[in-house]
């Protein structure tokens, strides 16, 4: 999954080691896990790992 994976990269980016960040993915499929059940939906990964406006540019006052 390419969602996942820059999730991932994202995690180590911003100072995240190796496990710290296969944890944080692992409580974002927790989280998905528990709402699919809760709610009878199926997974869907653009929800789960949606993208993310890219913050280089800075926002108009």
């Known amino acids: 999954m390419p969602k996942v994976k ?3 990269d994202r995690r180590r980016a911003a ?6 960040a296969m944890r ?3 409580n974002r499929f927790l ?3 528990y ?7 199926t997974f869907d990964p653009d929800k789960a790992f949606p ?11």
């Not at 709402?35 to 939906?41: E, K, S, V």
């Open 24 to 26: 944080n993915l692992f």
């Open 35 to 41: 709402h699919c059940l809760q709610t009878r939906q």
């Open 51 to 61: 993208t993310r406006p890219d913050r280089s540019e800075p926002t108009a006052a």
């Open 6 to 8: 820059e999730h991932y």
């Open 31 to 33: 989280g998905c896990l």
């Open 15 to 20: 100072g995240d080691r190796h496990t710290a």
